[in-house]
């Protein structure tokens, strides 16, 4: 993305954004709360409109496809909700089914029920499947999001402050998981986070956002031995 | 624009038959027991609060003839839609507007689905479709409980109550009546919808939509009303 900007009324989130995510690379942005990151990873994925600056997915800008087209992007990206957003009107096993009925259409009922269970037990969940999400854990909601969100393949993988409202044990199986998510299915991947230690675990690169810009880039190691000391303080 | 979004989306496919069964269901089916009641205290009450009027006048054999045109006409449509406005329209908008805290809403949209079709055109023709059936039913259990109200103080063979009543009711009573309620659930579900989908983030938020829905889809109900009887007597007169 170049120069992506986004304000709110005369607020203004994204001053100034440049990145690029490479194939197969986590890459996290790292901020204060309030920061923008999160309305960065929505303009990313098409829930937000950003004001100015160019937006490119696949090769693709943003801003020149129609929503037929977007929708086919959006068909490749996957995006874990902070909240992890479950369907709560729904069991587990629906709200599993329910990307792949939208999306692919074609599919049995057997192979519905094989992907459903496939999903679910990579994320240790196989037990759940006909639970609600309200009977679920904190830690078990967001796994869910994770199976989800991963029983498309997606290539790009979007993490909305994965870790949040965890318990540190918790914090570092979800951490563990979007490791094992890149390794398996080599997707690239973009954490918003401000839990440092999920940043040490996920991290290929970090990117650190003040006020809605980029004001580092680098290894978790180059970071933590910046001269900035606003930046090095997340380390400490 | 919420509603010409509407418009557009409903007779544009996909068309999302699972879910509009589903809600026809729970809008519908699940507010089966709280509209028979009710239909049924109104008929019975009616009934007993018409009878000393009537009986002053010595006119107590046109009971079942007044309170069933009330209720065809005006009483059993109005009412229900006020309780449908009750439960449905403060469910819809607590519901939609809980989904939007949650970003419920925001994880369908990149799920490719359109959570405007999906969740508000269901939810509109639901409450259109549902509606005038409900009041069919709760006019026929308020005829019931005016039959029962009839006979807490005299002897009216059922057969005798229901020539009385389709001798006094034409089809200028029914069909004015009908047509009205599709416009009352039109209303109620477009207004739930339209707070839940809306609604400002926070907990807050729900319970404003819930609230706001009910208040606006009720007095909405009264305009529509008041319409439908000035167009209803345009073409009596």
Known sequence: MEHLKKSFGDHRVLQDINLVVNKGEDLVILGQSGTGK?????????????????????????????????????????????????YDSMTVRDNLEFPLRRQLRSLSQDQMDMLVKEALQNVGLADAIEKTPSELSGGMRKRLGLARTLILKPE???YDEPTAGLDPITSKEISALIREVQRTYNTSSIII????????????????????????????????GSKDPWVRSFFE | MFTLRFFKEVFHPPYEFKELTKQSFLIGYKSFPLVATTGFIIGLVLTIQSRPTLAKFGADSWL??????????????????????????????????????????????????????????TRVVSATLMLPLLVVFSDAIGLFGSYVGVNLRGDVSAHLYLSQIFQSLEYKDFIPAFIKTFFFGFAVGLIGCFEGYNSNKGTEGV????????????????????????ITSLFQY
Not at chain 1, 201 to 223: F, M, P, Q, W
């Open chain 1, 156 to 158: 790009i993988m979007l």
């Open chain 1, 193 to 224: 986070t401000h839990d440092i230690e999920c940043a040490r675990r996920t991290a290929n690169r970090i990117i650190v956002i003040k006020e809605g810009i980029c004001v580092a880039e680098g290894s978790y190691a180059d970071l933590k």
């Open chain 1, 38 to 86: 999160s309305v960065l990873i929505k303009c990313i994925v098409g829930l937000l409109d950003p004001d100015e600056g160019k937006l490119l997915i696949f090769g693709r800008n943003t801003a020149e496809l129609k929503e037929k087209e977007l929708m086919e992007i959006r068909k490749r990206i996957g995006f874990l909700f902070q909240s992890s957003a479950l």
């Open chain 2, 64 to 121: 079942p003839a007044m309170v069933a045109v009330s209720i065809i006409r005006e009483i059993g449509p109005v009412i229900t839609a006020l309780i449908f406005a009750g439960k449905v329209g403060s469910g819809i908008g607590a519901e939609l507007a809980s989904m939007n805290v949650t970003e419920q809403i925001d994880a369908m949209q990149v799920s490719w689905t359109n959570p405007f079709k999906y969740l508000v055109v």
């Open chain 2, 207 to 230: 319970g404003k939509a819930a609230n706001t829905a009910v208040v606006f889809a009720s007095l909405m109900v009264f305009i529509i009303d008041m319409i439908a009887v000035q």
